[in-house]
Each structure stands twice: as structure tokens, then as C-alpha cells.
Nanobody, 127 residues
């Protein structure tokens, strides 16, 4: 079973940047597709970005394309989310997630597809 721990959240002004990290343990990291999801108060959890086992395939929800970048370092068992040009509507708790993937190219693109979750890290963007 995979354990996931996020870090890097915080308070930032609109237009600023943050880099989230998620450290994985307890499993074979390179066998999991990884993703970042977020949940704002009163809203459903939504997928933000996903990355395949090898890192060669990625997915972004439309609202973050061109601003967020997901990456992974399989040697360090870590996945990252670089967030630039942040907007107040990006304010949410951000969760790291892992899903068992059948091949090196598959990216999980929906919340129910993930099997393991971190505890979340708060990102607050002030206007």
C-alpha cells in the first residue's frame, strides 16, 4: 500500500508561484500513475493534473493548462506540481493521488480512478 505525503502549500498573492511535492513510500512508485486533485470549500474534488508511470504522458484540466506543470522523479519517489500565474480561484486543498497503471503511458484522468490519497495541503491565493 502506498503512503503519500504532500508539502509546499501556503499563501501566495495572485500571479505568484508555488511548487507542491508529494513523497511516496510503501510501494513501487514507478508502477503507479500519479495525479494532483483539488477541492475548494463547497465544491467537489476535481482532477488538476495527471502523469503516467514513466512521466512521458501528462494530462491537465483546461483551467490550469499553460500555468501548471506536473512532473515526477522516480528515483526520488516524488511527484511535483509547479503552479505559476496563480489565481484566487486556484484556492483549494490539493491532494496527491496514485493509481495502479497498466502501462507506462496511461494517465488517470478522473478522481474515482485513483486508489491512494495523501492528506492534502492548503493553497490559498489572495487577490
Amino acid at each position: 500500500q502506498v503512503q503519500l505525503v504532500e508539502s509546499g502549500g501556503g499563501l501566495v498573492q495572485a500571479g505568484g508561484s508555488l511548487r507542491l511535492s508529494c513523497a511516496a513510500s510503501g510501494g513501487t512508485f514507478s508502477s503507479y500513475a500519479m495525479g494532483w486533485c483539488r477541492q475548494a470549500p463547497g465544491k467537489e474534488r476535481e482532477i488538476v493534473a495527471g502523469i503516467s508511470r514513466s512521466g512521458g504522458s501528462t494530462y491537465y484540466t483546461d483551467s490550469v493548462k499553460g500555468r501548471f506543470t506536473v512532473s515526477r522523479d522516480n528515483a526520488k519517489n516524488t511527484v511535483y506540481l509547479q503552479m505559476n500565474s496563480l489565481k484566487p480561484e486556484d484556492t483549494a486543498v490539493y491532494y496527491c493521488a496514485a493509481s495502479a497503471a497498466a502501462n507506462n503511458y496511461y494517465v488517470t484522468r478522473n478522481v474515482p480512478g485513483y486508489d491512494y490519497w495523501g492528506q492534502g495541503t492548503q493553497v490559498t491565493v489572495s487577490s
